[in-house]
């Protein structure tokens, strides 16, 4: 995972983060089992209440 963003006068201009997983799982399991984090994470619960929170994208790499 990474994670950035940026400030301006005006304070948070949002978080951006990224996501690369490799596995040996099919990409679907690992695809749902990122959505299922990402919707009970608490860093990113707490941060959307105040700044926007998006994904810049995930990657996936598996064997199959």
């Not at 490799?22 to 941060?47: C, F, M």
Request: net charge negative.
């Amino acid at each position: 995972m990474s994670a950035h963003g940026d400030f301006d006068q005006d304070g948070s201009r949002g978080v951006q983060y990224a996501i690369e997983i490799s596995s040996a799982s099919d990409r679907g399991a690992v695809q749902r089992l990122i959505d299922d984090v990402e919707a009970d994470a608490t860093i990113p619960k707490a941060l959307r209440t105040g700044v926007p929170v998006e994904s810049s994208g995930t990657r996936i790499a598996t064997d199959q």
